[in-house]
């Protein structure tokens, strides 16, 4: 089982490693060129590109496919370095905007005459990256090892550029050098991750090594691979725990850790009393976020208890059993819906199981056996929400039992602790006045009355004007 999943995720994870390695370099020059979005608009062209030669009749894994993608994702690049001269009087990031939508309009356009199109739409949102093959890693390696050594060699003029120090016919060339290059690598990665997973490789590792070393590019690279391939592994092993789909998994997985790298670094990096004060402020927010959230949860719970109880059933998960609002033949009807659902549910389970084994396996199943297992699937499937619908009813009738004894409480409690905690806040941030002599002047400390030089400036000025 290990030696299979190994070979399952050997070049899937190899692909990724390239991904972010040479995305988040270019993510970093994204992000001081201030076109977050470029890398979707080309991307999008890139997609459109392919989405053409399909509607022509080539295959998507044809040489066709990928010249027309490749062509598209070019003339993107030429209309971005275009874009720098109407820089002064219009955004770079509205025309690329701009660019997007007209390249997604004529996407769907192509996508109606094209067949399988709906098909080939989610193929280029979220890729195929569990499913990469040895011979797209054959394809992929030259082609960024090619692009590396051409950014690493002329790193200079291409930093020069992105930080927009460089004008004129100079700045245009390695504009246009930044942006072809760039077209090719967001060209050969849409095909293999989509459009999703690109942007996520190319801008979320970016922006956490900012975070911590917005000056230092250096710094900020390794934060970001170091970053990308930690949140890469935990969502390929999400995708694989729970049967989700990986492209998906992992982008959220990135999210997750920019937004913990964010956290980090509001509470814990700056100057020590700032960072005491934040970390007082997000005790403070927190503890209203969730005396709020107890609060409508129980108003919910007790306006409408046959709805869905978030509150209720996260109270249930640590205790609070719904039996106890039941009595004894709803009860027992009740444990033995659950069973009886878990028991279908299981046995959907086992289903999928036999069949990603007989995937990961390389035997596959014939047609037919494929057919059974769907239809053993959809009828344990119906006979599991039976089981749920009868526990849905008995659930409604001890909630509407269990609002007088727990959500009115626990509403009254929340709202009063809601409210303390908010005077108090309030009383802390209110700024403290310094004692004065009646007139406006601040009293003397040790003395606690009107400082003695304000009283001869006011006697010399009687004394002069008489």
């Not at 996520?200 to 390794?222: C, E, N």
């Not at 109270?315 to 878990?342: K, Q, T």
Request: with cysteine; aromatic share 8%; net charge positive.
């Amino acid at each position: 089982m290990i030696a299979d999943l190994a070979a399952l995720l050997a070049v899937p994870l190899a692909v990724t490693a390239i991904f972010i390695g040479v995305h988040t370099y270019l993510g970093l020059h994204v992000l001081r060129r201030r076109v977050v979005f470029a890398d979707l608009a080309l991307a999008q062209l890139s997609a459109l590109g392919a989405t053409l030669a399909v509607a022509l009749g080539h295959a998507p894994s044809d040489l066709a496919a990928f010249a027309y993608a490749m062509l598209f994702a070019f003339s993107g690049a030429v209309a971005l370095t275009a874009s720098r001269s109407v820089s002064w009087a219009v955004s770079q990031e509205a025309l690329v905007g701009v660019l997007y939508v007209a390249a997604s309009a004529a996407t769907v356009l192509v996508i109606d005459r094209a067949p399988q199109g709906a098909e080939h739409v989610k193929r280029m949102l979220v890729g195929t990256l569990l499913d990469a093959r040895p011979e797209q890693l054959a394809k992929i390696v030259p082609l960024y090892s090619a692009v590396a050594l051409l950014h690493w060699a002329a790193r200079r003029p291409l930093l020069d550029a992105s930080e927009n120090r460089l004008t004129g016919a100079r700045g245009v060339l390695w504009d246009f050098v930044f942006y072809a290059s760039f077209g090719a690598i967001v060209t050969s990665s849409v095909a293999v991750a989509g459009v999703l997973l690109v942007f996520s490789f190319l801008i979320i590792p970016a922006v956490t090594g900012t975070l911590f070393a917005a000056d230092r590019i250096g710094l900020a690279l390794l934060i970001g691979w170091c970053v990308g391939l930690t949140a890469s592994l935990g969502g390929f092993a999400s995708s694989l725990a729970f049967d989700l789909p990986t492209g998906a998994c992992v982008v959220l997985t990135l999210f997750a850790a920019l937004g913990l790298a964010a956290l980090a670094r509001f509470l814990w990096i700056g100057d020590p009393n700032e960072t005491t004060q934040r970390r007082a402020r997000a005790r403070q927010a927190s503890s209203i976020g969730l005396l709020s959230l107890m609060l409508a949860g129980s108003l919910w719970s007790f306006i409408r208890p046959g709805a869905d109880q978030p509150l209720l059933a996260a109270l249930n998960r640590i205790g609070l059993r719904p039996e106890r609002f039941m009595d004894d033949a709803e009860a027992a009807r009740y444990a033995e819906a659950a069973a009886m659902e878990r028991r279908y549910r299981a046995e959907v389970e086992a289903l999928s199981n036999q069949e990603r084994q007989s995937r990961w396996r390389g035997a596959g199943l014939t047609d037919d056996e494929v057919r059974r297992i769907a239809s053993y699937q959809q009828t344990y499937n119906e006979m599991a929400r039976g089981e749920r619908f009868v526990q849905d009813h008995l659930l409604a009738r001890a909630h509407a039992r269990e609002r007088w004894q727990v959500s009115l409480p626990l509403a009254v409690v929340s709202a009063a602790a809601l409210l303390v905690l908010v005077f108090r806040t309030r009383v802390m941030r209110r700024p403290t006045r310094t004692p004065s002599d009646g007139a406006g002047g601040p009293l003397d400390d040790a003395t606690r009355k009107p400082p003695l030089t304000g009283s001869l400036n006011a006697f010399r000025w009687s004394k002069k004007s008489l």
